[in-house]
């Protein structure tokens, strides 16, 4: 089963924290920089392997060896050989790195955060509509409906055409476990 939008976007979250630490141990000069930053991109590599995006492990892979290059002792791009202080040039390219894979991961946050926005826009519309047209009650509903009650009232808004046709548009956007999240969330606060 593919991972909602809404478990994607704590997956980015986290990483980006994860980004964060990263330019804290280059801060503290940590000896062990270019394993956590080796990992850590493993870790988002191994994401967007699981979420089926090439250009994104490309560029994941692309900074895993640029990493291999600098460990033996070699200008990733230039692959001239390291004439000074090794720590501190890798110390410098490390910092690159880093930008690289926060740039990526800021990306990826912000596009599924929009995503998510739009399709709750939408889920909000469809709601207001359904309860000037009085199609459901609040008072019918709990403040923290069940998932079967949720269902039920999607399946039910879908009923009516105009409101079949904005809920359509909200599941190209996201997927349908998305949309009830986001249903779920809006009707605890208008309650």
């Known amino acids: 089963m593919k991972s909602t939008y809404h478990e994607k976007f704590d997956s980015i979250a986290r990483y980006l924290k994860e980004v964060s630490q990263l330019y804290e141990l280059h801060l503290q000069k940590n000896v062990n920089l270019g394993l956590q930053v080796t990992k850590t991109i493993k870790e988002i590599k191994q994401f967007f392997e699981n979420e089926n995006a090439p250009s994104k492990i490309a560029k994941c892979a692309s900074l895993i060896s640029e990493i291999d290059i600098l460990d033996r002792g070699y200008y990733p791009h230039s692959f001239l050989k390291i004439e000074h202080p090794k720590r501190e040039m890798q110390s410098l390219h490390f910092y690159k790195i880093i930008q690289e894979i926060n740039a990526l991961i800021t990306h990826e946050y912000e596009q599924i955060q929009d995503q998510i926005n739009q399709a709750e826009k939408l889920i909000e519309t469809i709601i207001l509509s359904a309860l000037q047209n009085r199609i459901f009650d609040l008072n019918q509903l ?6 079967e009650t949720l269902e039920e009232l999607w399946k039910k808004l879908a009923e009516y055409e105009a409101l079949f ?27």
């Not at 709990?142 to 998932?147: E, G, K, L, N, Q």
């Not at 046709?165 to 309650?191: E, F, G, W």
């Open 142 to 147: 709990s403040a923290s409906p069940s998932d």
């Open 165 to 191: 046709l904005i809920q359509r548009k909200a599941m190209c956007l996201v997927y349908k476990n998305d949309c009830l999240i986001s249903l779920a969330k809006i009707l605890s606060l208008i309650h």
